[in-house]
């Protein structure tokens, strides 16, 4: 009776990647990695979007205060006038 043992060769081991799984990992990686580029690229399109909007909203409304301020003037010279004229 003789005891043949297995070489080492023969299987890469109960936790080993064999290589062509270790090759599907690195596709796999790549990919997601592709993809979390792209989804980060398109986030900050859309937050240069969002930038500009708001900046053109901030330039609507220093525009409105400004006229605000000089209808308020206005108010006031006319109501300062009327006061006068009693």
């Known amino acids: ?3 043949s043992l297995p ?3 023969e299987s890469p081991g109960w936790g080993a990647p064999s290589p062509a799984d270790g090759e599907d990992d ?3 990686a790549a990919i997601k990695k592709e ?4 989804d980060i690229a398109a ?3 859309d937050l240069k979007a969002l930038l500009e909007r708001v900046q053109t909203v901030q330039r609507d409304v220093d525009r409105l205060v400004s006229g605000n301020e000089t209808l ?4 006031d010279n006319l109501t300062l006038q ?4 009693r």
Do not use: G, H, P
């Open 26 to 28: 690195v596709v796999t």
């Open 43 to 45: 986030a900050q399109e």
């Open 1 to 3: 009776m003789s005891l």
């Open 72 to 75: 308020q003037m206005y108010i």
């Open 7 to 9: 070489s080492f060769d």
């Open 82 to 85: 009327m006061a006068k004229r």
């Open 35 to 38: 993809k979390t580029i792209q």
